[in-house]
Every structure is written in structure tokens, then in C-alpha cells.
């Protein structure tokens, strides 16, 4: 199981591969999976944001973890394995992060409960009630896909429980890395990737970084050159990674990424479930470049 200490580095969401009429499609999550662990990530997340939370049922999850166990143990790597288990609803995401830990995964992802409009208290409560299951949790928050964004205060509150290991902030900026600094000691994993190096700058531990499994070794430079405390250095590499990562974000995540794989023939199919759609034609051609 993850412990605080292990939140640092790069962890790539992963996305949930379908063919062409919607089905999940375990053979090109293998391939797909067998190619990125290739490289040192410190960690993978199945069903986050990337792996189409909203639209993939628990067992297509349970599916998606096994074949990765079955990958990660084929590789002879040890690469970590936290689940998305957050939704809106309280009791759900006990029942699904209670079953991620029986299955063995190292981590939960948990974002904040969207839609409902809770309370900062409600909030708190929603992870108070999770982390109970036991197993290590990193908050999620990310207020652009949620449409609500907490306090400092509530989340220094979330941080402050035990077995609430980290915080992956996707805000799309550094307010929140600023306004907790000093007043935690648990990392805190970039979430935005074009704010990668800036965040690294204000004491990010990592990122988990959607983009990042492309030019996946050039990330891992950006990240082992900030912990050595080369910032400038951290972010002219950076630099060189933005026009990707920004072109990968124009439409919404994971339509571009997905095409981009097919493309390399790494998936089947760009498929994405409604109501995602997959990329326009204007973006196929500005993202071919970097095929
Ligand atoms: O799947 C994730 O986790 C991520 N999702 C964010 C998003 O799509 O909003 C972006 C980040 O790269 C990781």
C-alpha cells in the first residue's frame, strides 16, 4: 500500500481503451499497458479522469485492475496502482474503495463529491466516511470538471485525516499549493499538466500527468531535475514538452490522447463513450506533427 512518502514522481492516469462499438477492450489495454510500464513511472491510475470514471461500470474496473496486476507481475516491475473510486455519493465510494483495497490496491483516488453542491462540512465528511475503509486515499480536487472548489481551510482539514495520504491538485494553478504550504506535511501531486513545472517550483512531490505517457522519460527529467532543485532546468525542459501537452488538453482529455494512440496502433480504436466524443479533424492534423 502507498504511504504519503511514495506520492512523489510521475504517475500516469491511464485510459480505458473500448473498440469501435463501445466494449472495453482488455487486449489493447495489455499492449497499451505493457508499453508504458517500460518506462520507471513511479505509479499508473485506472480509472481517473483519463480512464473515463463516468462511463465505465465497477466491473469493467475490476477487469482493467487485473490485467494490469497481470502486466505489472509479466514485467517483473513493481509499478504502484491506485484506483479511481470517487463519485457523488458517499456510500458508493465507501463500497468501491473498500473493494479496491480487497483487490490490492496500493491507493484510492477520491475527488471531491461533484453535482450535489455540498457543504465544506459535507465535504469533509464525504472523505472522513472513506478513509475509513482503510485504504490510503489521495484527494482529488479538481474544480473545473467539478464546478466546486474548497477551501484551504477544508483541505488542510482533509489532509489533517489519517490514511488521506496526498493531494493531486488539478486547480490550474498555484494558489492552493501557496495557501497550504507550511500548514501540511502530506505531498502534493500536480494535477494540471501545463502548470507541471511551476507547480514543482512551489514544492509539488510530483505529478499525475495524463500527458505524460507521452515522451514519458523527458517528464521524468523535468521531475528528477526539480527534486535536485534545478527549477530553471526543470522548467526549459518543460518548455519543450507544452506544445504537446496544451494541444492534448485543447479538446477534452482523453479524446485527444486516445487518438493519438490509436494512431500508433497501440489501441484499436479512439472510441470514447458518449457523451464524449472523439477529436475534431482540425485537431487530428495539428496533433499529427507529433505523431
Ligand atoms: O485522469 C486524471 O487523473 C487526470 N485528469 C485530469 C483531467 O483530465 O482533468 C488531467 C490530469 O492529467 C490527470
Known amino acids: 500500500m502507498l504511504q504519503s512518502n511514495d506520492l512523489k514522481g510521475i504517475f500516469v492516469p491511464v485510459v480505458t ?8 477492450d482488455l487486449p489493447s489495454f ?26 465505465v461500470e465497477w466491473a469493467e474496473v475490476e477487469a482493467l485492475f487485473e490485467v494490469a496486476r497481470t502486466v505489472i507481475r509479466r514485467l517483473g516491475v513493481r509499478t504502484p496502482i491506485i484506483v479511481g473510486t470517487g463519485t457523488n455519493d458517499t456510500r458508493t465510494t465507501v463500497r468501491r474503495t473498500a473493494a479496491a483495497g480487497e483487490w490490492g490496491a496500493d491507493a484510492v ?26 485504504t490510503p486515499l489521495v484527494a482529488y ?39 497550504l504550504a507550511g500548514r501540511t506535511e502530506k505531498p502534493m501531486m500536480a494535477g494540471s499538466d501545463d502548470t507541471f513545472a511551476r507547480m514543482l517550483r512551489r514544492g509539488a512531490s510530483g505529478g499525475i500527468l495524463a500527458s505524460a505517457q507521452f515522451r514519458t522519460e523527458a517528464f521524468l527529467e523535468v521531475n528528477r531535475l526539480a527534486a535536485n532543485g534545478l527549477f530553471d532546468e526543470a522548467e526549459a525542459a518543460f518548455s519543450k514538452l507544452l506544445p504537446l501537452t496544451r494541444l492534448l ?9 486516445k487518438w493519438m494512440l490509436a494512431q500508433s496502433g497501440i489501441l484499436a480504436s ?18 499529427s506533427a507529433f505523431l
Not at 483516488?109 to 482503510?134: D, I, N
Open 17 to 24: 481503451p473500448f473498440t469501435q462499438d463501445g466494449e472495453l
Open 249 to 257: 488538453f485543447r479538446e477534452t482529455n482523453p479524446s485527444p490522447i
Open 141 to 179: 480536487e479538481v474544480p473545473e470538471r467539478t464546478g466546486i472548489r474548497l477551501s484551504a481551510e477544508t483541505m488542510e482539514r482533509i489532509l489533517t485525516l489519517d490514511g488521506v495520504i496526498g493531494l493531486k491538485d488539478a486547480t490550474g494553478g498555484i494558489d492552493l499549493l501557496h495557501a
Open 30 to 55: 495489455e499492449r497499451y499497458l505493457g508499453q508504458l510500464l517500460r518506462h520507471p513511472i513511479q505509479g499508473i491510475v485506472i480509472n481517473g479522469t483519463t480512464g473515463e470514471a463516468p462511463t
Open 270 to 287: 479512439d472510441e470514447v463513450r458518449l457523451p464524449l466524443t472523439p477529436i475534431t479533424r482540425s485537431l487530428q492534423e495539428e496533433l
Open 109 to 134: 483516488l477520491v475527488v471531491t463529491p461533484y453535482y450535489s453542491r455540498p457543504s465544506e462540512e459535507g465535504t469533509f465528511r464525504h472523505f472522513q466516511a472513506v478513509v475509513e475503509t482503510g
